[in-house]
């Protein structure tokens, strides 16, 4: 009996919860056997740590002395409802966050269905769905999959702006030509697209860039008046600037100074722009040097941000040489995590970045005539490509970009798949002929 679609995607939604649940409870296992809360710690620790002060209704900061604006606060107020109803045991946490990522498969189901056809939707939702790495990414206290769910929701948005580039996207999301062309209704999804992306920023920071990213998408392939257009592109920024503002008021209350992400992009872009750096993050020259004893959180921010400029203007072929080495762990084919670059897993995960990477470029090819489909999936991929090129590089900060990308996956399977088809039904016809 042949499934109907909507069967097909239910069952991809349950199989992606599973997996997901499944590998919560062997991490929870596996780290409570090693005598340890997290798998990957470090980062984990101090997101954990922000959820429980959220939970308690103490002051969000960490460390002696305090870090007030060390972390943007979007993923500990996720981890906040979990530590408030279930204490402060892990696992509640990390199956919520399996129904998170399954979130993001429906979120990936959804765009691809907009942007292309509902078969490279069901490919692309099924490819996210059971990829070895998104499965055991989504169960880790760390905030990519949080930030994934609001950059995939900020892409559906924008998609429905007026004079994006696919007209018939607009039927398949229920809008009329009247609202498509409509001015007021624009600017509405303009500015609930900034929100949006907003809400992403307060999560992975790096996303702030979004909102020029696809001011250039509107500009470069986006139909109708200019004016028009550049409108919108600003309004998207203004969501983004007002989803941003009371944090960055709470910033300037107890630092005097306006910061709409964090005051640790200074320690991240010199952990990746010093003499000693090689690409992948090494934090111990922050444990040694202790500026904070000696200095303001914000001097110690703008301390190292102003050695890291200096270190890239002084030495600029080192810098390149660094940037080229963090993309490299950034588009590497397996992890590149201690633990996790050896090994069956690893080949694993090899073997399926290799199949879907063969699929992903059958897929920009067949889609070559929609142009601006492809730069829009790829967009966030290489906005990402770039910051990491400057911060540290690694496979974790490609993950949440590549729910976009398996779209362009699942348009290389549906090609294929029609080929396979193709020839079984030549082959029948010439068979017949020949009988």
């Known amino acids: 009996m042949q499934l109907k679609q909507s069967q097909v995607l239910w069952l991809i939604l349950a199989v992606s919860l599973l997996a997901r649940v499944a590998a ?3 991490v929870d296992w596996h780290v409570e056997k090693q005598g340890r809360r ?8 101090g997101y954990w740590e922000l959820g429980q002060k959220i939970a308690a209704g103490e002051t969000y900061a960490i460390h002696t002395p305090p870090r007030y604006v060390l972390r943007t606060p979007g993923f500990p107020l996720l981890l906040a409802v979990p530590i408030r109803l279930f204490g402060d045991r892990v696992l509640p946490a990390t199956i919520m966050l399996a129904g998170v990522g399954t979130g993001c498969v429906w979120l990936t189901y959804l765009l691809g269905r907009r942007v292309t056809s509902e078969t ?6 099924s490819v996210v769905a059971v990829a070895p790495l998104h499965v055991g990414n989504s169960v880790l206290i760390l905030s990519e999959t ?3 769910f609001w950059m995939l929701i900020a892409m559906l948005i924008f998609q429905r702006l007026p004079g994006t580039w696919q007209a018939n996207a607009d039927s398949k999301a229920g809008i009329s030509d009247d609202e498509r062309n409509s001015l007021p209704g624009g600017c509405a999804i303009a500015f609930a697209a900034g929100l ?3 809400c992403g920023v307060l999560v992975r920071p790096g996303w702030i860039l979004w909102p020029g990213v696809a001011a250039l998408l509107l500009l470069a392939f986006g139909t109708g008046p200019f004016f028009r257009r550049i409108l919108l592109a600003a309004i998207l920024g203004c969501g983004c600037f007002v989803a941003l503002t009371p944090w960055a008021w709470r910033n300037y209350e107890v630092t005097g100074h306006w910061v709409m992400t964090s005051l640790w992009s200074g320690p991240s872009l010199y952990d990746g722009l010093h003499s000693e750096a ?3 993050s090494d934090m111990q020259f922050f444990d040694d040097e202790k500026l904070p004893l000696k200095m303001s959180e914000y001097e110690v921010n703008e301390t190292y941000k102003a050695r890291a400029w200096q270190f890239a203007r002084e030495n600029p072929g080192r810098a390149i040489e660094l940037g080229l080495l963090k993309a490299g762990r950034y588009l590497s084919l397996s992890p590149n995590a201690a633990g996790f670059s050896s090994g069956l897993f690893y080949l694993i995960c090899l073997a399926v970045s290799l199949v879907s990477g063969v699929f992903m470029a059958i897929g920009i090819w067949v889609q070559r005539k929609t142009l601006g489909i492809c730069v829009f999936l790829l967009a966030p991929f290489l906005q990402f490509l770039l910051v990491h090129m400057v911060f540290i590089g690694s496979v974790r900060y490609r993950l949440p970009v590549e729910f976009p990308l398996a779209i362009l996956v699942g348009a290389g399977m549906e090609s294929m798949k029609n080929r396979i088809m193709r020839a079984e039904d030549f082959c ?3 068979h017949g002929k020949s009988g």
């Open 24 to 26: 919560a409870i062997a």
């Open 38 to 45: 997290f798998l990957i710690e470090g980062d984990a620790n």
């Open 120 to 125: 490279t939707a069901l490919f692309a939702a």
């Open 146 to 148: 949080w930030f994934a």
């Open 196 to 198: 949006a992306t907003g």
């Open 278 to 280: 090689t690409g992948a």
């Open 428 to 430: 029948e016809d010439g």
